[in-house]
């Protein structure tokens, strides 16, 4: 059974950082493109970086430069490393396997002063 947990989010103040993780169970997430999304407060779902089986990271504009994707194969895990937070990246963050399209149950990050 495939399942993603995220955690990490919380409340941070603009310019801030935060760590997002994800953690797979039921299937070797190394072998998977997998996708961090997010759903701001009265928005659609955003893609905001992806990462694919052979290691390459793809960003969105509106991240490139300040969010990082990254992943531990031991731990069977990807990351999310967010530096220099706006108030505009307010938003529950996903993590996605797209063969499936299998969803975790988010976590909340609130940029805010």
Same mark, same amino acid.
């Given at each position: 059974?495939?399942?993603?947990? %995220?955690?990490? +989010?919380?409340?941070?103040?603009? $310019?801030?950082? *935060?760590?997002?993780?994800? !953690?797979?169970?039921? /299937?070797?997430?190394?072998?998977?493109?997998?996708?961090?999304?997010?759903?701001?407060?009265?928005?659609?779902? %955003?893609?905001? +970086?992806?990462?694919?089986?052979? $290691?390459?990271? *793809?960003?969105?504009?509106? !991240?490139?430069?300040? /969010?990082?994707?990254?992943?531990?194969?031991?731990?069977?895990?990807?990351?999310?490393?967010?530096?220099?937070?706006?108030?505009?990246?307010?938003?529950?963050?996903?993590?996605?396997? *797209?063969?499936?399209?299998?969803?975790?149950?988010?976590?909340?990050?609130?940029?805010?002063?």
């Amino acid at each position: 059974q495939v399942q993603l947990v %995220e955690s990490g +989010g919380g409340l941070v103040q603009p $310019g801030g950082s *935060l760590r997002l993780s994800c !953690v797979g169970s039921g /299937f070797a997430l190394s072998l998977y493109a997998m996708r961090w999304s997010r759903q701001g407060p009265g928005k659609g779902r %955003e893609t905001v +970086g992806t990462i694919f089986s052979d $290691g390459r990271t *793809l960003s969105e504009d509106s !991240v490139s430069g300040r /969010f990082d994707i990254s992943r531990d194969v031991e731990e069977n895990a990807i990351y999310l490393e967010m530096n220099n937070l706006k108030t505009e990246d307010t938003a529950v963050y996903y993590c996605v396997r *797209l063969r499936g399209n299998y969803w975790g149950q988010g976590t909340q990050v609130t940029v805010s002063s």
